[in-house]
Each structure stands twice: as structure tokens, then as C-alpha cells.
């Protein structure tokens, strides 16, 4: 008892006196090697205090205030809340926060939505409501995305523009929000970036921040990326404009992304078919994913968001998935063979079966 009130004592008034000067330093002391066992509690302690300093100065931005639920929070608020909390923790063994933290459960942890504004990031956007997950949708533009009410509860819109074609620029708002997942809804338009530049080099830097976060990345593709030679593929890539080569794009986008999260493979690449209009009937009934881009079909929106949130959900890493509505199903090729899909009455089921890449 008397070494654990002496280790809360030690930490409260340490605290405390960065409170007070917490306007005037530049960084906080790194804590030296103590050789007594006696100390292992306060070692383990004094490195975390750092950690949330660090922390707090980096999302503060130099002194700039932001909060998802529009609370205001500034570095002296954050310190007095982590003070009450560590105190809390003397003699309790840490664990990695990632791993204690499940994908969008508060706002304080929210998925992350490139391509917010475009109509499949909105239907993302009110997927994640849908299951009472938080978000926050991302723009080139930094503007307001129309949502309805009752998805605002859950999913925020970032102020600020985020360029994909900037890799810092995503950096910096996945770490301003704490982001514990991206979902990448974002491709070529004729108002923003070309096929190249948002379905090639941008997807590469979303995938590039989500490893060096340690954060799920989810990939809205393209069906029959693996069939240059199809019509489908030929004509869509010749759209000209803004669009011209979005197939080849997408192509080398997915081959990027995959590069670039060797290492942990938490990735999921959906690949849907083309988008039809008419909402779905039975939810993720209706849907059926496959492999090896032979077998495809159209799927509406709100089904292809129904497949994002299974892909967020499910324990698979590292997995290429195509995903249309069961009742279109057909080959890409007609001299394709048949190939049985993945079907499961939930979206997160579908996932249990399929392959890694």
C-alpha cells in the first residue's frame, strides 16, 4: 500500500506541474533507465504520460481546438483527464490500445471515409449508423456532406479538405480523428483528380498511412480489373477525360495497395459490379461474393455498403473479393467455367470462407 500511494503521489504531482507549464514547454523528458525493480510501476507510467503528450500535441495542432461532437478540448483539458486516468492505473499491466479498441465503436475511434461526398461514401456513411458504428467522412473540398439526421449521430464530417493524392494530407486527418479504419470510396470525377491520380497513386497512400497506423484498410475497386482484354474493361477504361485509363488505374492501385501492406495485410479489396439503382430487397441475402474475377453481377449501393461493413467486421486479412447481386450473377468471359460464390444470411458471414490473396 505505502509504494502505491508513493507511485500515485509521484504521478499526480509530476502532472500537475506539466499543467502548469504546459503553455511554455517544447516536449516532455524522456524518463532515464532506474535499475531498482522498486520503480518498474513508475517506469511503465512515466513512459505512458509521454505518450499522451506527444499525442495531445500532435492532434492539437499548435494550439488549434477540435472536437467530432463539436466539444471543445484543448491540451490543458486532455492532460487533466489523462491525470485522473493514469492515477487510476498504478498497479494494473498496460496492453496495446489497438488492440483493446474494436473498429468504429465511438467517436473517439471512427472509420474513416475517403470519398465522403460521393454517393457510395454516403451510403457508407449511413451503413456504419445503420450498425451503430462511428464515422467520419472525407473530402477533397473540406465541405459539409449531406447526411440525414439520424446518420449524423454517428458519422461526422471532417472540416477540413483531405487531398488523397497527398499522403501527408491523409496522415494528418487520420491522425487528427484517431481513425481506426479506412474505407476508400474516393475515384477519378471530372471535377477532381484524374483515374491516375485518385485510383492509382492515391489508393497507394491510403494503404501506405492505414500500415504505418496499424489500421484496417477497405478498398471499393472494380470488377474484371483482372481482365484487360474483356469488353467491359476496354470500354470503361476509354472514357476519356478525367476517366481515360480508370481500369488500368484501379489496376495498379490495387497492386500498390497490396505492396504497400505486405507486412500486416490488413486489407480487404472489394471489387463490385456495375451499380444499378434499385435498393436492396433482403440485405446481405441477395449478395454473393467471389474470387478470381470469373464470375460477376450488378449490385445497388446500399448493398456494396452492406459488403464494405462485413469487410470491416470480419477477422480475414489480406483478401480480393468481387461482389454482386445473386440474381445477376454471370461470367465475365463466356468461355469462363462456372464458379460456386460465398453467400451467408450477414455480410461479415460471407467473408468466413473466402481465400487470401
Do not use: W
Not at 513508475?42 to 495542432?61: A, G, H, P, T, Y
Not at 492532460?79 to 494494473?92: F, P, V, Y
Not at 480475414?316 to 454471370?330: D, L, M, S
Amino acid at each position: 500500500m505505502k509504494m502505491v500511494f508513493t507511485n500515485m503521489f509521484f504521478i499526480m504531482s509530476l502532472l500537475m506541474l506539466i499543467i502548469m507549464l504546459v503553455d511554455k514547454i517544447e516536449s516532455f523528458a524522456h524518463i532515464s533507465s532506474i535499475s531498482s525493480s522498486n520503480h518498474h510501476h513508475n517506469i511503465m507510467l512515466m513512459s505512458q504520460i509521454d505518450e499522451v503528450n506527444q499525442s495531445i500535441c500532435r492532434r492539437d495542432n499548435e494550439h488549434q481546438r477540435y472536437d467530432i461532437k463539436h466539444k471543445t478540448i484543448n491540451r490543458r483539458d486532455m492532460l487533466i483527464k489523462n491525470a485522473i486516468l493514469l492515477s487510476s492505473i498504478t498497479s494494473r499491466p498496460q496492453v496495446s490500445f489497438a488492440k483493446d479498441i474494436s473498429i468504429g465503436s465511438s467517436s473517439d475511434n471512427p472509420v474513416a471515409i475517403l470519398g465522403g461526398g460521393g454517393k457510395t461514401g454516403k451510403e457508407v456513411a449511413k451503413a456504419l449508423a445503420g450498425e451503430g458504428m462511428y464515422g467520419i467522412s472525407m473530402t477533397r473540398s473540406g465541405k459539409e456532406v449531406q447526411l440525414p439526421k439520424p446518420t449524423k449521430e454517428y458519422v461526422q464530417c471532417y472540416p477540413d479538405p483531405v487531398d488523397v493524392r497527398e499522403a501527408d494530407s491523409i496522415l494528418k486527418a487520420m491522425q487528427h480523428v484517431h481513425a481506426s479504419a479506412i474505407v476508400y470510396t474516393a475515384s477519378a470525377s471530372s471535377k477532381g483528380g484524374t483515374a491516375f491520380e485518385v485510383d492509382d497513386l492515391g489508393v497507394a497512400n491510403a494503404a501506405r498511412v492505414a500500415e504505418s497506423l496499424g489500421i484496417r484498410f477497405v478498398l471499393v475497386s472494380a470488377l474484371g480489373i483482372d481482365r484487360p482484354e474483356s469488353k467491359g474493361y476496354q470500354m470503361t477504361n476509354t472514357l476519356g477525360g478525367n476517366y481515360n485509363g480508370i481500369m488500368d488505374a484501379k489496376r495498379q492501385g490495387e497492386e500498390r495497395g497490396r505492396k504497400e501492406m505486405t507486412k500486416s495485410k490488413n486489407y480487404i479489396i472489394i471489387r463490385p459490379g456495375p451499380l444499378i439503382s434499385v435498393k436492396s430487397k433482403n440485405g446481405a441475402a441477395d449478395i454473393e461474393l467471389n474470387q478470381g474475377d470469373y464470375i460477376g453481377g450488378g449490385i445497388s449501393r446500399d448493398e456494396l455498403a452492406g459488403v464494405v461493413i462485413g469487410a470491416l467486421k470480419s477477422d480475414k486479412k489480406g483478401v480480393t473479393v468481387e461482389a454482386y447481386r445473386r440474381a445477376t450473377r454471370q461470367k465475365i468471359q463466356p468461355q469462363f467455367e462456372d464458379r460456386a460464390g460465398f453467400v451467408s444470411d450477414t455480410y461479415t458471414g460471407m467473408f468466413d470462407n473466402v481465400k487470401p490473396d
